[in-house]
C-alpha cells in the first residue's frame, strides 16, 4: 500500500507540472534527476529526498510548502521525508530499488547502504557486518563492499520462496553477472526463461527486460555483480 504523504506529494507534483506545460524531461533537467525517478514520485512509487523537493519547487517556481500544505516549521519538510524514506524501504522491489541506485537517485526512495559500517581505507568485510537491506517480498541485498564502488554493485542476494525481483519485468543500463550459491531462481530475460540451480552462472545485458523469481520451497542464496558504464 502506498503511503499517503507520497501520493499526496505526487499529485500536487503532476497538478503543478501540467499547469506549467513542463514535460517530464524538461522538469527532471532543469531539477538535476532522472526522469524516471521523476515519473515513479508523480506515480507514488517513490518519495523525493529533500534536496530533489527544493530543487523541483524551484524548477516549478513553487514554494516548498506547496508540497506539504500543513507543514508551517521549515523543518517539516525533511520530517515527512524521512518518515516516508523509512517506510518505502520495505515497499520497494529489488528491481526499484537498483534503478536506484543506477539513477544516483537512492535517497529519493530508500535509505542507501550504511557506509560507516566499514572504515573507507579497508578492503576487508566481514560476513557478519555486511551492509544489508530488506526489500518487499523476502529479497535481501547485502553488499560485498566496505564502501559504494562507483561503476559496480557487488551483492550477495538473498529470495525467499516465491519472492521475486519485482511485480513485471525490468530493464536499465549495465550488465549482470550471477552465480546461485544455494538453491534456485528463475530469470526471465526477454521471452526467453532460465532455471538456475546451485552452481550455475549467467551473463546478461541489463538492458533487455528481465525478472528474478524463487519458485522453490527453499529460500535461494546468490552472487550478482552489476556493472554500470560510466
Known amino acids: 500500500m502506498l503511503g499517503n504523504s507520497q501520493i499526496a506529494i505526487g499529485e500536487k507534483l503532476r497538478a503543478a507540472r501540467l499547469q506549467n506545460k513542463t514535460s517530464l524531461r524538461e522538469l527532471a533537467s532543469k531539477a538535476e534527476m532522472s526522469a524516471s525517478m521523476l515519473s515513479q514520485i508523480e506515480n507514488g512509487k517513490a518519495f523525493p529526498s529533500v534536496r530533489s523537493i527544493y530543487n523541483i519547487a524551484a524548477a516549478l517556481g513553487l514554494q516548498v510548502d506547496y508540497f506539504f500544505p500543513n507543514d508551517n516549521e521549515l523543518s517539516a519538510p525533511v520530517a515527512a521525508t524521512e518518515q516516508a524514506a523509512a517506510q518505502m524501504t520495505a515497499q520497494m522491489t529489488a528491481s ?135
Open 96 to 230: 526499484d530499488l537498483l534503478e536506484a541506485h543506477l539513477s544516483g537517485e537512492t535517497g529519493s526512495s530508500a535509505p542507501a547502504f550504511d557506509d560507516t559500517l566499514h572504515p573507507p581505507e579497508t578492503p576487508v568485510v566481514h560476513a557478519i557486518s555486511r551492509p544489508t537491506i530488506q526489500l518487499t517480498g523476502g529479497v535481501t541485498w547485502s553488499r560485498l563492499t566496505a564502501q559504494a564502488e562507483r561503476s559496480a554493485e557487488f551483492l550477495e542476494i538473498h529470495y525467499a520462496p516465491g519472492a521475486s525481483s519485482g511485480a513485471s519485468m525490468s530493464h536499465h543500463v549495465g550488465r549482470e553477472f550471477g552465480l546461485i550459491l544455494e538453491g534456485e531462481l528463475t530469470l526471465e530475460l526477454g521471452f526467453e526463461r532460465h532455471s538456475l540451480r546451485q552452481g550455475d552462472s549467467i551473463i546478461f545485458d541489463s538492458t533487455t527486460p528481465h525478472r528474478l523469481t524463487n519458485g522453490c520451497s527453499s529460500p535461494t542464496r546468490a552472487l550478482w555483480v552489476v556493472l554500470n558504464p560510466d
